[in-house]
């Protein structure tokens, strides 16, 4: 599998940003925001990608040794513009190795960033944008964002930040207790008015039972879709819950492999499908979700808790697919999301506005990068 284009070069680096306030979940804290950055160069083109890598606060460790003792000796030579047949051969060596060691996750996030900068190369090579490759057709040109990352906490404060930005929808974090909850999705909904619409986000917090009884009290608060219920994801669970509440159900940053996407667009329990790029497989396992989601009339709202990179992302991804209602954007304080590229995607009116440029349209700001960098790896062909 080699061409004019054999992949040359991985660089592999890890940004830590300290935050000023630590970022809640139902399931544990942030204190600071990371990035995989993801460089890889063939014939003279790079493209950048990243891989997901917020939790657990170790994980940076175990995916610099899944590059380079993992993916570093398999990758080189291969055809940086077949993304798709890159990413096939890398899953067929990687992934039994991930299942058994019960670790599949982290293998798929370290390959989303290798997809992500091989299809920026594509598109740099063929000299179009990501979403015009993707469908090969023209595209919008801008899509629909939602700003996230709003409670239990900062609840007035990043409310204000949506508005001024001019947001048409916010995503609160719930799955801390009912009382809590209750008091957050009062809090935005007082803050952002009865035109902004209200969706909830509870990080797998419940079983199907204590789901059912904190959904039904959401519609005091108009929550058009509740993310990710139920603990575990199943799709047997999210069948009887979706059977038990009026509320549409959305799903898929933790989901991995397209049989288990397509487990859920075809349930009938899932209306909105939400792959994250930077977890799920980058743009070749985004582009068969949409395709699936497209035969079993399920929307779609990619996932993104991640640097400006995933965002750009994820923008090209939902600029490619009509079906594609919105795109994440976290609103907390984050230097990874607003100072890491030099140029990319711009946000205004509530969409974000795609550059025209080739491959992700994006720049890396070098300072930046040097400035929160604490760790760098660096591999190349001549050296396999």
């Known amino acids: 599998m080699t061409s004019g284009y054999p992949i040359e070069r991985l660089t592999v ?50 995916r ?3 590059f380079t003792e993992g993916i570093a000796p398999l990758v080189f030579g291969l055809d940086a513009s077949d993304p798709a047949g890159v990413l096939a051969l890398l899953c067929g ?6 299942r058994q060691a019960g670790a599949i996750g982290p293998i798929w996030q370290a390959l989303s ?10 598109g740099k090579l063929a000299g179009k944008p990501v979403h015009e490759l993707l469908t090969g057709t023209a595209s919008r040109s801008s899509v629909p964002a939602y700003a996230s990352g709003i409670g239990p906490s900062d609840i007035e404060s990043l409310c204000a930040v949506a508005l001024a930005d001019g947001y048409r929808a916010i995503k609160t974090k719930i799955g801390f207790g009912a ?17 902004i619409e209200l969706f909830a986000d509870a990080n797998q917090a419940w079983d199907v039972a204590a789901a059912t009884e904190q ?3 959401l519609a005091d608060y108009d929550v058009r879709w509740i993310e990710e219920p139920l603990a575990g994801d199943r799709v047997e669970d999210l069948q009887k819950l979706a059977a038990a509440v009026p509320l549409p159900i959305a799903t898929g940053e933790n989901v991995y492999g397209t049989e288990d996407f397509e487990s ?11 792959p994250d790029l930077a977890k799920s497989g980058g743009f070749t396992i985004a582009r068969a979700v949409a395709e699936s989601a497209n035969r079993f009339d399920v929307r779609i709202a990619p996932h993104c808790y991640s640097s400006g990179i995933g965002i750009a992302a994820s923008a090209q991804f939902g600029a490619a697919y009509d079906r594609v209602d919105w795109v994440e954007m976290d609103v907390r304080p984050n230097p990874l999301r607003t100072e890491l590229l030099a140029r990319g995607p711009e946000l ?3 969409a974000i506005h795609l550059p025209t440029s080739p491959g992700l349209g994006v720049e890396l700001d070098p300072a930046t990068v040097r400035r929160f960098r604490i760790h760098r790896e660096e591999r190349t062909r001549n050296a396999h």
Do not use: K
């Not at 139902?26 to 990243?50: H, K, M, N, P, Y």
């Not at 060596?93 to 991930?98: D, E, F, H, I, N």
């Open 93 to 98: 060596r990687l992934l039994p190795v991930g």
């Open 64 to 66: 610099l040794s899944t």
């Open 215 to 217: 959904i039904n009290a």
């Open 348 to 350: 205004s009116d509530g």
């Open 13 to 62: 680096s890890i940004l830590s940003a300290p935050v000023d306030s630590a970022v809640p979940m139902s399931f544990g804290t942030l204190t600071d925001r990371r990035v995989c950055l993801v460089e890889v160069e063939a014939g003279g083109v790079v493209g950048i990608g990243e891989s997901w890598l917020n939790y657990p606060g170790w994980s940076h460790a175990e």
């Open 264 to 274: 859920r667009t075809g349930s009938g329990a899932v209306t909105l499908i939400q």
């Open 179 to 195: 009382e809590r909850d209750r008091a957050t999705l009062s809090a935005a909904r007082d803050c952002v008015g009865a035109g």
């Open 113 to 122: 960033g290798i997809d992500i900068a091989l299809w920026d190369i594509a």
